[in-house]
């Protein structure tokens, strides 16, 4: 009998179960879990300014914002329109909903993880698969995981481009590249699992012609020759083809080849061309401006590389602890069976390079690589002894680090969410429902709980000075901000002063005090000074604080 290629992909292991009964019990299970898991979710109004930017921004197309113009932001639109569609059927006064979808976001990644692993490992590694993921899901800071962020809805797009590359479906697993994509810029990573799983079916032996079996293709260095690929067609070993099968053969591989130039053309296709329907529908020239080019000053680390470092060592070590039990055996195996499953470790690579992309390391990136991750481990802990201890402390340890991380979210400090109700409460008292305000902080959640539209576009003084959380004081100024911004803001102050405006700086260096044109516009319009709260100064037109 002629051997199997030894390229190819493995039958899949029997299953112990129907389709129905294997999901039946599975889907509630992860339900349950990903909803006790992420019960610290639904016990604040807001977890961190991601979500604050989206619910103030999906409040602003509501009123008839134009997105990338009136409405503006650095992501791609799929979020924020969730969120307004969201709040058109639920109300915009709670992210209740919002929670919801992102606990059903994690239910689908975790779902298509196990259906992952199901086809490649058996039923029994599926389900660990998909029970492995939900628990890690949490295996961060707090307000990384529990908030309903970009990165929680870019997890099922990946983990499901990655399952239709490997079923060779290879025009879904585009569309599912371009979902991530336009959900958050970095999900278009997972690119490079589909494409690389494309290129190993194209080393795969071409379907053999009438009459003919193929083998082997056996690389050069293998048999002693420098000419290529050899392909070694018999009916078993030593056999020569008759004649005529080489021509058969060559119609065989044109097919082939053919075959593999549309697989591939599928593939790119579906990534592009959703990405180009909406650049068109939303302005390609503002789109590409907002999401790609608009942004190289901010996404530099020139200046900040000690802060980036330490911040993406920190939160490295957190998820490190969290995911101990499936990390440890997944180095044994990296060790044991470098090359085993490469695909995952592309879709690792691709994810480890959407975590450092702008050197910001906040902690919520380090979510796009949980998927592989879980698989790798999952790969590993099957490898283990199955009478010894080792896959019962890595059930364990996962086990454990779950319950920690959500007593975590439960206990976790108050401090930056009492402050911003407390500036929202203020903004409330000293101006009316009709009125806009500026709030020049980092905290644009402060716009949706007062419940006030913002005065600018820009909701956070980032996009005027480049501030940014991840990156400290380094290049903080009116100069290093997105282009054009200072000007629109000054049309904005002419055509419509605010009723009130708030500086949160709180010390930071974009502060009235750090930046002459912030204080320079505030005098030109008659601002003064009217009171502070919890460090956030406020200032009103003259007349009337």
Known sequence: MPSRPRNARPAAPARAFPGDRFWLPLLPLLTLLSALVHLPSFLRPVWNPDEGFLATQARMLAAGGVLYDTVVDRKPPLLPWLYQGAFAFFGDDSLWSLRCAA?????????????????????????AAGAAYVLLSVGLAPEDTQAASFEVFTLPWTAAAVLLADRRRWGLAGLAVAGAALTKQTGAAVLLPAAWSLWRAGREAPPPASGLRLRTLTPSWAAGRTDGMLLRAAAGPGVLPRPGQGAAYGGALGRYTAGTAGAWARLLAGCVLP???????????????????????????????????????????????????????????????????????????GSACAVVAGFQFYGHYYLQLLPPLVLIGIAAVRGLPSRGPARRLAAAWTLLAAAVFTAWGLAAPRAELDHAQAVAAAVRDRSGPQDTVLLWGMHPEQYWLADRA???????????????????????????????????????????????VVDDSRGAPYGAAAVPEFRDLLAQDGYTRVGTVDGAVLYAPRGRG
């Open 275 to 349: 990405v180009a329907v909406v650049a068109a529908a939303t302005g390609t020239r503002h789109f590409v401006f907002w999401t790609l080019t608009g942004s190289s000053t901010y996404m530099s680390p020139q200046g900040a590389w000690l802060l980036g470092a330490g911040r993406g060592l920190g939160n490295a070590a957190i998820l490190l602890a969290a995911g101990a039990g499936l990390l440890v055996p997944a180095l044994w195996w990296a060790l044991r069976r470098p090359f085993a499953d490469g695909d995952l470790w592309v879709w690792l690579l």
């Open 103 to 127: 606990v059903a976001a994690h239910v689908v990644t975790a779902a298509l993880l196990a259906a992952l692993a199901r086809r490649r490992w058996g039923d029994r590694w599926g389900a």
């Open 454 to 500: 913002p005065a600018c576009r820009y909701l956070t003084a980032g996009f005027l000075t480049n501030f940014s959380g991840g990156r400290g004081g380094a290049r903080v100024g009116a100069r290093y901000a997105v282009p054009g911004a200072w000007d629109v803001l000054r049309e904005e102050f002419a055509a419509a002063a605010p009723a009130l």
